[in-house]
């Protein structure tokens, strides 16, 4: 009973420490085996001089039967002894794997408790070492008992060893068996898994060609695909170049027409300006003559006698060549609005100051546009001064610095 208590404490103690316990109890184990290996423990009953004759005479004497049930009890024997060892040497190995196992669990922890670790070992270390003073002296216990049962036991070991060597062979012979029926296993196993290998292999082999065949055809195909599609292309191509070629002679034919009318057009234009333009040119040459001609006559009525100019017709005359002097210069700078029809007309009272500047010009009737209204007075304005009103006798001027405009396409009156 003390050996499992003291394996639990083991345990324990290999629970709580790190790798210094379980070497240190290592270490006294090795020690204590070493020192009871070398120490001869006093046998309690010395033999008798001649108990190997007699055991050595009685084992002669005894039958075959005898021998066969001592074999057998040797043989049980030994195999107790070799369950005792194994079931001793179990134990250990399993002490020692749990110290490991338990050595390897606290250095995963070791970081976090190295402070109470450090007293715990030297605890451990203490404890251990009474347990291994205590173990060896269990151990010397348990040899000097095995001594003393040893020479008792010394003629039945030699039965047993023959047995054991009889045994032995057999198992020898059996094992050879054993391996060589394995050998012959292993062998056909090898062989199958060779043949496999190679069926395997062949497999393989035949699905890369597989592969290879239908990626070259995928490969064809796809190479005859583009080969199409390029040949398509290009035709499409070719009829893209053909209707842009068409549509560009189309569109040259067209922009050469647009031309060919647009310099037409712009002949027409330029002689329907140029007709224009003659015909303001005589316009205002005509004006200019008509002009011309009102100022000599106005020069003609101011040149001439008092009595001339008192007489009414005369001072009709010359307001009339003043009024025909002022329409003209409106008409000149008169711009009409483009869409005006011919029955548009406004009217426009013109109020004068004595050097003929204009003081004020109000549409006194509407043409219904405000922009041919606007275009009216604006061409009062731009006309202005009108400094042949200062030419004219006192009494006239006052009479004519107040006089309407009636504007129509075409004509002022």
Do not use: C
């Not at 020690?31 to 009685?58: D, F, H, M, R």
């Not at 002490?95 to 451990?124: L, T």
């Amino acid at each position: 009973m003390a050996k499992p208590q003291r394996r639990n404490t083991l345990k324990r103690s290999a629970g709580q420490v790190g790798y210094g316990l379980p070497t240190v109890l290592a270490v006294a184990l090795h020690l204590g085996i070493l020192v009871i290996s070398v120490i001869k423990w006093p046998s309690s009953e010395p033999e008798a001089p001649n108990n190997a004759i007699v055991q050595a005479t009685l084992i002669s004497t005894e039958t075959r039967t005898d021998q066969a049930q001592q074999a057998a009890e040797a043989r049980t024997r030994a195999a107790e002894r070799q369950a005792q060892e194994e079931a001793e040497r179990q134990a250990q190995e399993e002490a020692e794997r749990q110290a490991r196992e338990a050595a390897e669990q606290q250095a995963a922890e070791e970081a976090e408790r190295q402070a109470a670790e450090q007293q715990a070992q030297q605890e451990a270390e203490q404890q251990a070492r009474e347990e291994a003073a205590e173990q060896a002296q269990a151990e010397a216990e348990r040899r000097a008992a095995e001594a003393e049962a040893a020479a008792q036991r010394k003629a039945e070991e030699e039965a047993e060893r023959e047995a054991a060597r009889q045994q032995a062979e057999q198992e020898r012979q059996a094992e050879a068996e054993r391996r060589r029926q394995e050998e012959a296993a292993r062998q056909q196993e090898a062989e199958r898994q060779a043949r496999e290998a190679a069926e395997q292999q062949a497999r393989e082999e035949a699905e890369r060609k597989a592969q290879e065949e239908a990626e070259r055809q995928a490969r064809e195909a796809a190479e005859q695909k583009a080969r199409e599609e390029a040949e398509q292309q290009a035709r499409e191509e070719a009829e893209r170049k053909a209707l842009e070629e068409a549509e560009r002679q189309a569109r040259e034919a067209a922009e050469q027409k647009a031309r060919e009318e647009a310099e037409r057009q712009a002949r027409q234009e330029a002689e329907r300006k140029a007709q224009e333009e003659a015909e303001r040119q005589a316009r205002e040459a005509a004006e200019q003559k008509a002009r011309e001609e009102a100022e000599r006559q106005l020069q003609r009525i101011i040149e001439g006698d008092s009595s001339a100019v008192s007489n009414a017709e005369q001072g009709n005359e010359a307001a009339n060549g003043f009024i025909q002097l002022v329409r003209r210069a409106v008409e000149q700078a008169w711009v009409i609005p483009p869409n005006v029809g011919d029955g548009t007309t406004a009217e426009v009272q013109v109020r004068l100051g004595p050097s003929g500047e204009v003081f004020a010009a109000t549409v006194t009737r509407s043409s219904g546009n405000a922009a041919f209204d606007n275009s009216a007075i604006q061409a009062v304005e731009s006309a202005a001064p009108f400094t042949e009103l200062r030419d004219l006798p006192s009494g006239v001027q006052r009479d004519y610095r107040q006089f309407n405009l009636r504007f129509t396409p075409g004509d002022i009156r």
